[in-house]
């Protein structure tokens, strides 16, 4: 039968076809329906677990309607799309997003309420979507949200992990990783089990003559695993258009590989099989700029990249469009090389399989591509080492051979003089073994490479692309700075902020064009406005201190100020900066006259993030947080002036409950290690105020909030390579009231020195590489400006007022239009009078 219904018969079905629900009735017809069907529950048998099944799938429902409409008024449009290819997409929670998306919050609420539930008990139900490690995975997330806000057609392509990132917790102190088992239930994804590609590994590459007698490479792979597409609806806001996230589940392929082993009575290793396939997309990495090479990353990252290449190819093709056309109707972009291989696979395709001459698909592909850069670490560069390519991947090691050779012949003859350069710029590590660079063949197969905040992409030109600027020339590198969506990370995230300003700037304009907060200035003397401001933070506050109180057990008090520093634990990131200036603060409080601790600001220090499961030190640091707290916590001489919290298994949903929470948050990494940054921006958009080294993004949040309401300290990156050089050399002294904190830990204030001991010789005897020691003084010094500036509640709430006022650059609809017109030529849907 065909699959489309002969025209006399569509009457019929468009009758019944689904229209979206507007009306509370309408909500509560599905939501009951959904719990007494799908769910299978008898009447009235509801706990809030099914309420949040029941009213999610409502909205799904209502979601994919809009979504099917959106994918074919974009097949009508015939447009360039976006491809946003990204091993991470950390989405955190749906319902509440889709409801504030699609303008029913309000209406769901009442009909949740009539029905018997309260709508926060609801939503609190779900389980984060946790696909991503730190801001490179929520980067993807707000990049979508904006992308369908703005009516772009775009696709993002990301794995399907069966384990998101591991549950934090804290036992005595320490960090245990358990394993995050999301998919009981996820009324978010559509399985296509008709939307499936075979992908092969391993195996052998013979050469044959075809009949016109030009060489041709058969590639027969030794393995094949079936990717299967779960499809994911990204609806945007205040828009009809419902964008497509497509992840990869991987499978074994049905029937052909085990059926030999079957009939051999092979029974069980014919079951092995299978779940080695289904292995490929189980876990997500753990590891956040840091890389590891194991072999199942690399297959990850092909078995991603050949399924979604064979997508957006397959949809090419079916516009009967000539090849060369390729670039004018999609645009490919990297988020970091994690999809480097796409590159490699394109060419593949139109060399080994369309048979298009070399220099032809090598046209082709390097209009198609971009690659965004998300760091300078080295350790976080991606390296493969060539055997273990050669054995997984045979065919994409010849093209990236001959990638490498015809590079390399053009940069001699531009530069015949220089005897070096071939080896620095050359893909192949010449090391051993040897390794594939994957950001060099990145930069070499994109028309652009971008970094993402204005001192990282010039640091990417004079450091570790150099060479890459001298031979493609400046214009391949451009910078776009990151930014975040104001729909979660303002308007859901602190409803209560966002409905404030909005009374003030008659109406949620903001949301979809967050320069308008700029108008917040002229309120700054609204006394009203100012009592609502203060109000709001102080609730924030309180609800967090509950969450901590339920968590840890401690009370904290809601007017002490609030510093937080919230993010992956990382030494470049700096937390025992934080934690040593912590002691130092509790060394000088026990040190006063009882009679002087009235003085102080009271402090509640805040903490939270994962550390890599393999990353000893950052564990360490953890571990040295939490013995802290338990010592300042439940020191009678301190009471509230200093409390230290440790919130764990920071993730998505308690970001959204932390920035709305923060006085100050602390943004103090080495000064040219953090390449932007994003939650610097989340917090100051949420009314706090931010204490930073001049790095990433800090530098622009500063120039646009102005000076006066940030606090700066410490080296800069211009500085930081001297200043290595010098404590290599043996030129490093401890700083003096660094070192009363360590002889505080040496002494066993914080339990046996031995296991801090790693962590302070990083300091003393090995160099201190990011500098803490260095910057240590010129922290505690404006950590005490920060309090006599929070003395003045008045000023303070002037800086906060105006920093919120100046965040408009920061939204993500920003940086997307960036993207679109600068590196992807991409244009927004006409919505002609749908989006009105
Ligand atoms: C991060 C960087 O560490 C951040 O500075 C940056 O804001 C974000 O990316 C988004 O651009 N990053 C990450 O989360 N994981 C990596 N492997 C590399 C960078």
Not at 40 to 56: M, Q, T, V
Not at 114 to 142: K, M, P, T, W, Y
Not at 409 to 432: C, G, M, N, Y
Not at 714 to 730: C, I, M, P, S, T
Request: with cysteine; charged share 25%; aromatic share 12%.
């Amino acid at each position: 039968v065909e699959a489309t219904i002969p025209e006399p018969l569509r009457e019929a079905w468009r009758k019944y076809s689904a229209k979206p629900f507007t009306q509370k009735s309408e909500i509560e017809l599905e939501f009951v329906r959904h719990i007494e069907t799908t769910l299978a529950r008898s009447l009235f048998n509801c706990d809030e677990l099914a309420a949040y099944s029941g009213i999610a799938l409502a909205f799904r429902d209502r979601l994919i309607i809009e979504w099917n409409k959106t994918q074919q008024r974009q097949t009508f449009a015939d447009q360039k799309r976006i491809y946003y290819l990204s091993l991470e997409f950390l989405m955190g929670r749906a319902l509440d997003n889709a409801m504030l998306n699609v303008g029913l919050k309000d209406v769901a609420k009442e009909a949740l309420g009539d029905l018997g539930f309260r709508i926060e008990d609801v939503i609190s139900q779900e389980h984060d979507a946790a696909l991503g490690n730190g801001g490179l995975g929520r980067l993807a997330a707000c990049f979508l949200d904006s992308m369908a806000t703005l009516n772009y057609p775009a696709w993002g392509y990301g794995l399907r992990y069966r384990y998101g990132i591991f549950k934090q917790e804290i036992v005595d102190g320490y960090q245990v990783e358990i394993p995050d088992y999301w998919l009981d239930f996820n009324p978010w994804e559509f399985p296509r089990h008709d939307i499936t590609v075979n992908v092969q590994f391993y195996g052998t590459v013979n050469k044959q003559r075809d009949t016109q007698g030009r060489t041709t490479h058969i590639w027969q792979g030794g393995e094949t695993v079936q990717a299967v597409a779960y499809d994911v609806p990204i609806p945007g806001y205040g828009t009809p258009t419902t964008n497509n996230l497509r992840l990869w589940s991987s499978k074994a392929t049905s029937g052909e590989f085990n059926f030999q082993k079957f009939n051999a009575g092979d029974y069980e290793s014919a079951v092995a099989d299978e779940q080695r396939a289904e292995t490929i997309s189980a876990v997500l990495y753990p590891n956040d700029n840091l890389e590891r090479g194991k072999e199942l990353r690399l297959k990850q990252q092909y078995f991603w990249c050949a399924a979604s290449l064979y997508d957006i190819v397959r949809r090419f093709k079916k516009t009967k469009r000539a090849w060369n056309e390729f670039p004018d109707q999609v645009a490919i972009q990297l988020n970091d090389t994690h999809p480097t291989l796409a590159i490699v696979e394109l060419q593949r395709i139109l060399v080994d399989i369309e048979v298009l001459e070399w220099d032809e698909a090598w046209h082709i592909v390097t209009h198609t591509f971009g690659y965004t850069n998300h760091t300078v670490l080295p350790e976080a560069l991606e390296k493969w080492s060539v055997p273990m390519m050669q054995n997984l991947l045979p065919r994409h090691l010849q093209i990236i051979y001959d990638i490498n050779l015809f590079f390399l012949q053009s940069v001699e003859k531009r530069f015949p003089t220089d005897r070096d350069i071939l080896a620095r710029v050359s893909i192949i590590e010449e090391s051993h073994p040897k390794m594939v660079r994957m950001a060099y063949l990145a930069i070499i197969g994109s028309q652009k490479v971008n970094g993402v905040a204005e001192l990282h992409s010039d640091l990417i030109k004079t450091t570790i692309f150099k060479d890459f600027v001298d031979i493609c020339g400046p214009d391949k590198f451009t910078n776009v700075t990151n930014g975040i969506t104001p729909r979660r990370w303002l308007h859901q995230a602190n409803p209560r902020l966002s409905e404030l300003i909005a009374s003030k700037l008659g109406g949620y304009g903001f949301l979809k064009d967050l320069a308008l907060l700029e108008e917040l200035e002229d309120f700054i003397n609204d006394k009203e406005f100012r009592k609502s401001w203060v109000e709001i933070k102080l609730m924030n506050k309180t609800r967090l201190a509950k969450h901590i109180k339920e968590a840890t057990g401690y009370q904290v008090n809601p007017n002490a100020l609030f510093d937080v520093q919230v993010k992956r634990i990382h030494e470049y990131k700096r937390q025992q900066l934080n934690i040593f200036g912590v002691i130092h603060r509790y060394l000088a409080i026990k040190a006063m006259d009882p009679k002087e601790r009235a003085k102080p600001v009271p402090r509640v220090s805040i903490f939270g993030g994962k550390a890599a499961p393999g990353y000893w030190m950052a564990k360490t640091i953890i571990h040295l947080i939490n013995k802290v707290a338990s010592v300042i916590n439940n020191d009678p001489d301190v009471g509230d002036l200093l409390k230290v919290i440790f919130v764990a298994d920071y993730n998505v949903s308690k970001a959204e409950m932390i920035c709305p929470a923060s006085d100050i948050s602390e943004h103090i990494s080495t000064a040219g290690t953090e390449a932007s940054g994003t939650s610097n921006m989340k917090f100051v958009l949420n009314g706090g105020l931010i204490i930073g080294t001049c790095d990433g993004a800090n530098i622009e949040i500063t120039r646009e909030i102005g000076e006066q309401n940030i606090f700066l300290f410490g080296n800069l990156a211009e500085d930081v390579e001297e200043l290595r050089h010098r404590h290599y050399y043996g030129d490093f002294k401890l700083d003096m009231h660094l070192a009363k904190v360590f002889d505080a830990i040496k002494g066993g204030m914080f339990g046996p020195p031995d296991d801090f001991a790693a962590l302070l010789s990083s300091v003393e005897s090995h160099s201190d590489y990011y500098l803490v020691s260095d910057d240590f003084l010129s922290y505690i010094e404006t950590q005490e400006l920060v309090d006599e500036a929070f003395r003045n509640q008045d000023e303070w709430t002037d800086k906060c007022i105006t920093s919120v006022a100046r965040m408009g650059f920061f939204s993500s609809d920003r940086v997307i239009t960036e993207y679109a017109e600068s590196i992807w030529n991409v244009e927004q849907l006409d919505m002609g009078k749908e989006n009105e």
